[in-house]
């Protein structure tokens, strides 16, 4: 039982506490309800007691525990209680353990250093009571990367650890090793990640992705292992893992798109149930996927673009002109194709339109830069009331979402106009929020809504906050310049505030009005005018330098104020900021080119004066003038042209938003908010011009789709999301492996009797009449879904179907349909699979003792893509015969089919690049192809009991593809047949850490003796072994290469759980197949 209330500060002891407990005690009714002691005191131990009942001179005040360092009265206190809590993690009493590590994580917790008491710690990693491990491994997991050494010397505790029963044992000891920044231990990080990727517990799985990122900073050699786990860990169904490996691939390797195209659907499926940190790592990256996979759902509307609301809605003029000026228009603009939206671009704008309504703002924004980006312009104004939404949270979240608005509202103004008094601002706003609801309320700004937009910048012109203020008068100036209407308006209004009291105000107006000025000189001189007089007051140096330029720029206008205000700045010249002496310099340089009778001493004064200037560049400008206005005997024919180049008519400014060009970025980024490329940032791609192959995204979806339809059929309720799906690849073909295995089931339960002739014979016509009907189901089913339908299917596919279904009328062993076929002779031979139709009659006529498991339990599975196959369609199936080369290899059949025009030549396997261990024996090449034939052949790979990937090259005469077999569990082993006795005495052997338990509630659907010898022995190619009580059964195996036991047992109690025992020396396969039969029997 937990003893002790844990508190914020450290343990109060009831017989000396420091001067401020007693009154904080009486005042809270936690520590003391009735006045007395506390409850959780009274319930203390006389051991426990003497702990804290210690002499008042050995107690610490909090003060001195807390700070920093010890004072000069107090230098033996954080000894003191190290030693304390030393004392108690080497106590034999799990409590008092307890207790000092939920104090030494209270004190990592308020930010204290605990490094010293490392060595005390790490030796409590091996103590039996869960919670105190648990919080070893969370102050290991602290300190592990500090104290390396250390924490090498425990790395056999922490790899006992991952073997732990407990899944949060497991993790934690995995996060500790991954923890430990040290090369030497690579290796078996790498060991561990990967079999943690293979755990049983979803949370584990999370943690091995966690891990993977961690290892490839820590060696990138690693690289491409780390990929071969992202890829296993990409195809887990489980929503826990989902984000953390995605968030692996981008660390590692986001630029292998190809690993998504098989996970594309699942992952828009499943990311509603994601957690949200992992939805928005989901999004990012669904993000750039979609821009390299589909095209731009706005490629049509950029043809249109000069006129985009006429584009949309229509016009009264385009209906005035009739239907022969629309025709001439089409007729003008080029030739497209109409855009047609792919079903998985909208499966994802579909999936994540929910998640708008998510309680966390950065998975909102996620999911608005994500419609943004990717969707129409028809549909992305469903993202403005979310957006606005978040405008009510705190000011962080308010200066993220508000940075996004700012550019959104540039290119999709229309978007946000319904919301613009959300954008009004508040006295409390800090001044960065003002700013940008300030720029959002500018480019919403249109001709319709600018006088209420005025009347909100009048008001906001009297606020204190001057930073504000002169960002509203440049709003006021860009508002000026956009609306062309209000520009009178505004410049009076602004020059209503050249009479304000604040100089910073005055300021800023003067250098808007500078900038509307030039857009109309000629009709403005009695403001250039007015400028001029604030010359005496205005001491800004911006705002002094905009009057001087207006003043020299349009001193034709004003030709009796100009010469004056030169001789007043000629004798402030000396004290001036250098931007204002550059234009005094100018201001002299124009009025000597237009009166020169006036001002040629006073130029000459100014020139004489910048000439000996502290400033280089003021020296410089001042001898390049000279040179320029002055005629001489050497002048050059530059000062022919000096009025030329002094009043060169010049272009008025235009006034844009800061966040005009920020939309390259990814909105939500990092790199957006700062608009500067940041560490680790991946550019948005461009649309493609042509959309990629549809099809490769079609891998694992026809499982899915043939899984929920038969469960249909069969009236059968599954969850929608379910680990039993599989984790170990497309499984396609899973019918072929099912019918082939009932058969094998069927004569394995009774070896004694083969069935007859007529009965073989009756059992073969039937499974020939279901498989017809369950395709044509199949086919109708997947026809009349017009939605979900497309979401999992193409055109092609459906064509494929199509002719599929022709191929089975004419010829229905045919490879293509999966039915029952000879596989050809062991030993590296390959053979047509036409050559024998009698396949199941071969297939019987064995001797019984091989029908003990199905000749194939986990049915065809592709290889090689017929699309990247360049018309080569592979696939490969485990037999689950002796190959006849050698006893230690797994038999796999290849099945190779040429769907290409032209024939392929010289198939054979190229030098295979295989783990330490792993071996293959090659097929014999296969000299040629003809089109639409098919071919088998058969290749032996010796796994060496494990579930790694053998890569290797298949080969043609011109091309060399790329492919990778991982055997499930299941097929590691060779059925052993023993009697009870034998099994008994075996099993009793294999106990302790060689036997894995689990308890699973068997459906009513797997209660009879059939149905749970056929899952099983489908599942792993294990043998029956006769049992003596009706709900046990007992199957028993060898793996290949090691001739290891493996025996299971499985207890079918009538009530409650039942209970699976598997048997086995080697315990990652022990665990694997615990895993894969609880799948099988669940399911």
Known sequence: MQRFLQLPGAVVRPGGRGAGAADQEAASPVLAPEGGPPPWYQA??????????????????????????????????????????????????DSLKLEAMKRIVAMIARGKNASDLFPAVVKNVACKNIEVKKL???YLVRYAEEQQDLALLSISTFQRGLKDPNQLIRASALRVLSSIRVPIIVPIMMLAIKEAASDMSPYVRKTAAHAIPKLYSLDSDQKDQLIEVIEKLLADKTTLVAGSVVMAFEEVCPE????????????????????????????????????????????????????????????????????????????????????????????????????????????????????????????????AKALVRLLRSHSEVQYVVLQNVATMSIKRRGMFE???????????????????????????????????????????????????????????????TNIGRVRDTCLNGLVQLLSNRDELVVAESVVVIKKLLQMQPAQHGEIIKHLAKLTDNIQVPMARASILWLIGEYCEHVPKIAPDVLRKMAKSFTAEEDIVKLQVINLAAKLYLTNSKQTKLLTQYVLSLAKYDQNYDIRDRARFTRQLIVPSEQGGALSRHAKKLFLAPKPAPVLESSFKDRDHFQLGSLSHLLNAKATGYQELPDWPEEAPDPSVR????????????REKRKEKEKPFYSDSEGESGPTESADSGEEIGRAGILLGLSPTCPLSSSEQSEEESGKRKMKKRKKVAEGQGEGSSSDEGSDSSSSSSESERTSDTEEEQVEPDSWRKKTVRTLGREGGSWARPNEDKAGMGALLALPPLQLLSPVSGVGRQELLHRVAGEGLAVDYTFSRQPFSGDPHMVSVHIHFSNSSETPIKGLHVGTPKLPPGISIQEFPEIESLAPGESATAVMGINFCDSTQVANFQLCTQTRQFYVSIQPPVGELMAPVFMSENEFKKEQGKLTGMSEITEKLTLPDTCRSDHIVVQKVTTVANLGRVP?????????????????????????????????????????????????DVVQALTQ
């Open 1027 to 1075: 049992c003596g009580t009706s709900d046990e059964y007992r199957f028993a195996g060898r793996t290949l290469t090691s001739g290891s036991l493996v025996l299971l047992t499985l207890d079918a109690r009538p009530t409650g759980a039942a209970q699976l025992t598997v048997n086995s020396e080697k315990m990652v396969i022990g665990t694997m197949l615990v895993k």
């Open 136 to 138: 070893v491994y969370v």
């Open 698 to 709: 079609n891998v694992e979806v026809p499982e899915w789709t043939k899984c929920s339809n």
């Open 256 to 383: 292998r798109i190809d690993l998504i195209h098989k996970n594309y659907r699942k992952l828009c499926n499943l990311l509603i149930d994601v957690e949200e940190w992992g939805q928005v790592v989901i999004i990012s990256m669904l993000t750039r996927y979609a821009r390299t996979q589909f095209l731009s759902p706005t490629q049509n509307e950029s043809l249109l673009e000069e006129n985009p609301e006429k584009a949309f809605y229509g016009s009264e003029e385009d209906e005035a002109k009739g239907p022969g000026s629309e025709e001439a228009t089409t007729a003008a603009l080029p030739a497209r194709k109409p855009y047609v939206m792919d079903p998985d671009h909208r499966l994802l704008l579909r999936n994540t339109k929910p998640l708008l309504q998510s309680r966390s703002a950065a998975v909102v924004m996620a999911v608005a830069q994500l419609y943004f980006h990717l969707a129409p312009k028809a549909e992305v104004g469903v993202i």
């Open 418 to 480: 319904p919301y613009l008094k959300s954008f009004y601002i508040r006295s409390t706003d800090p001044t960065q929020i003002k700013i940008l609801k300030l720029e959002v309320l500018t480019n919403l700004a249109n001709e319709t809504n600018i006088p209420t937009v005025l009347r909100e910048f009048q008001t906001y012109i009297r606020s204190m906050d001057k930073d504000f203020v002169a960002a509203t008068i440049q709003a006021i100036g860009r508002c000026a």
């Open 44 to 93: 203390l131990q006389p051991e426990e007691l003497r702990w804290l009942q210690a002499p008042e001179e050995d107690t610490i005040p909090e003060a001195s525990l807390e700070g920093p360092g010890p004072e000069p009265g107090q230098s033996q206190s954080q000894p003191l209680r190290h030693d304390d809590l030393k004392e108690m993690l080497d106590t034999n009493k």
